[in-house]
């Protein structure tokens, strides 16, 4: 069937489907409008409610057509004008957490040294300055040297209350013996929020019950 999903594309189109699974039977209301050697519904849709699936990836280059059809969900779909620039991203950003946080208000941010949350942190930061307290957890993972890295980048460079925690006996004792990718993930998220559980509980009794605080997490939405 025809979908203004792949409106204006050719009717054939290389792209990147790294699953092995596919989908064999179509929800209540969907017709399958692309299918591939393997994949009867590598595309579905169910127009009246302007829901769409895809068994590929239209976001990574060797997907054929992959941004216009990103284009056509979100400008010939969605309505976006696509007008946005992200010229004023960081002053709107900071001026808002501004607003949010108050001026007597206290954030707690988990930092792992990465991008999500670095680009996170340094708007609280220069919202807020030192009312933002930042939690790195050495969980003993890492490659040789990188917690200095990051300990120095933000601390000291960046000027960011850091608060380093070398939890590296409580992770490693978690994960001894155990060859279980799924329970070696749910063992280390375990662990990562008993600790920033406990580094939040001493803040919250240094920055009083009166104060209010907030959690900045940078990651991807998937994630949370």
Not at 23 to 30: A, C, S
Not at 114 to 128: E, K, M, N, P, Q
Not at 130 to 142: E, T
Not at 166 to 172: G, P, S, T, W
Request: glycine content about 10%.
């Amino acid at each position: 069937a025809e979908s203004p999903l792949f409106a204006g594309l050719p009717p054939a189109l290389t792209v990147w489907m790294s699953h092995g699974d596919r989908v064999e039977r179509l929800p209540d209301g969907f017709l399958s409008v692309a299918n591939s050697s393997n994949s009867p519904l590598a595309a579905i849709a169910d127009e009246a409610r302007r829901i769409y699936g895809l068994q590929f990836h239209p976001e990574v280059v060797h997907t054929e057509h992959g941004r216009d059809i990103l284009a056509n969900f979100v400008k010939g779909i969605c309505g976006c004008r696509g007008d946005w620039t992200a010229g004023n991203f960081i002053q709107e950003s900071v001026e808002r957490i501004r607003a949010q946080v108050g001026p007597q208000g206290h954030v707690i941010c988990g930092l792992s040294g990465g991008v999500d949350s670095a680009v996170a942190a340094t708007l609280v930061h220069r919202a807020i300055g030192d009312r933002l307290a930042c939690v790195f957890v050495d969980h003993g993972l890492l490659r040789q040297g990188e917690p200095e890295q990051v300990v120095d980048t933000f601390e000291r460079h960046q000027g960011m209350r850091l608060i380093a925690v070398d939890a590296k006996e409580e992770f490693l004792s978690d994960l001894a013996d155990v060859t279980d990718p799924e329970r070696k993930r749910k063992l280390i998220g375990n662990r990562f929020v008993r600790v920033f559980e406990s580094e939040a509980a001493r803040l919250a009794g240094e920055w009083g019950v009166e104060a209010p605080a907030f959690l900045a997490q940078g990651t991807l939405y998937p994630d949370v």
